[in-house]
């Protein structure tokens, strides 16, 4: 931790202790607190972790979707562009296996746009054989 985050921490009278976290302590199934590597049980009755995030990407390895990695350390994610779409033609990407930091609504609202998006792609290119064909001699259906 830099001094300046311990800085911020002490400002706000949160106290840091440097000492590694070895066990969770639990009393009746239920969090008691953390027992620190020199031994002493630090009373807790809530415990926040931070985790790396990572997009799920197993069974999609045969894509080969290009991924970036998050700043700070924070993860790795497909990447994509306007509507989810990816540098592999044919796959779009939304929600969390994209950007990990978006809740529900915004994942909801990224899957109706890549749905839109590839509606429009198909419709255009169904119109695009149409055109071919109707060029070719054949009756519109
Ligand atoms: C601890 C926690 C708490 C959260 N709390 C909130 C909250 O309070 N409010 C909120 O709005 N959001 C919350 N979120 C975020 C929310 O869960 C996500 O934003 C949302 O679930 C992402 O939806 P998604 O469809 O992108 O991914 P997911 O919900 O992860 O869905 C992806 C699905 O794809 C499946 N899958 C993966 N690979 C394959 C494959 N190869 N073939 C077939 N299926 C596959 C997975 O099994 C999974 O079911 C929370 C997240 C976490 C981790």
């Known amino acids: 931790m830099d001094q300046d985050t311990r800085g911020r921490f002490a400002a706000r009278n949160i106290r840091v202790i440097d000492t590694a976290v070895t066990e969770i302590v639990a009393d009746d199934g239920a969090l008691a607190g953390v027992r ?3 031994g002493t049980v630090v009373a807790r009755r809530l415990l926040a972790v931070a985790t790396q995030m990572q997009a799920r990407t197993e069974g999609l390895d045969g894509l080969k979707l290009p991924m970036e990695d998050l700043p700070d350390d924070m993860g790795r994610r497909f990447a994509s562009a306007m509507a989810g779409t990816t540098d592999v ?5 939304a929600g969390n296996a994209t950007d990990l930091t978006v809740q529900v609504g915004a994942v909801a609202a990224a899957g109706a746009l890549a749905g839109a998006h590839i509606n429009a792609v198909l419709a255009a290119a169904d119109t695009d054989a149409a055109l071919t064909a109707t060029q070719a001699g054949a009756t519109p259906a």
Do not use: F, H, M, S
Request: neutral net charge; without cysteine.
């Open 36 to 38: 620190l590597a020199v």
């Open 89 to 93: 033609p044919g796959v779009w990407v």
